[in-house]
């Protein structure tokens, strides 16, 4: 069992630049897939980046933040985060980290929300124009 607990949402302007980040606390020492999910008002939850928790660092982004947003980890403190760069207004959403456990490698790309087994309470990030 997991916790995750987002922090670092609020509202910025267009152009700025925001880190969200996530608490990881409970068995912390496992082998999961971390990830970051948006979920804009009336549409679906949106797979940004996954993560390995443990051992070699391994990323995947969405094609659309590509570039844009970086997902990085700091074991030390137990936290994950989302670095977003040249926020757009349709960056509007509640920011969701999450936690799918490996128990099976090799490690793929989970991109489906129903693949994870853990969700934070969301962090709500309102970028104006």
């Known amino acids: 069992q997991v916790q995750l607990v987002e922090s670092g949402g609020g509202l910025v302007q267009a152009g700025d630049s925001l880190t969200v980040s996530c608490k990881v606390s409970?068995?912390?020492?496992?082998?999961?897939?971390m990830a970051w999910f948006r979920q804009a008002s009336g549409l679906d939850r949106e797979f940004l980046a996954q993560?390995?928790?443990?051992?070699?660092?391994?990323?995947h982004y969405a094609d659309h933040v590509q570039g844009r947003f970086t997902i990085s980890r700091r074991n030390s403190e137990d936290t994950l985060y989302l670095q977003m760069d040249s926020l757009k207004t349709e960056d509007t959403a509640v920011y969701y980290c999450?936690?799918?456990?490996?128990?099976?490698?090799?490690?793929?790309?989970?991109?489906?929300?129903?693949?994870?087994?853990?969700w934070g309470q969301g962090a709500l990030v309102t970028v104006s124009p």
């Open positions: 999450a936690a799918k456990r490996i128990t099976n490698p090799p490690v793929l790309t989970y991109t489906l929300a129903s693949q994870y087994d853990y």
């Open positions: 409970g068995r912390t020492a496992v082998n999961y897939v």
């Open positions: 993560i390995t928790w443990i051992g070699a660092v391994r990323k």
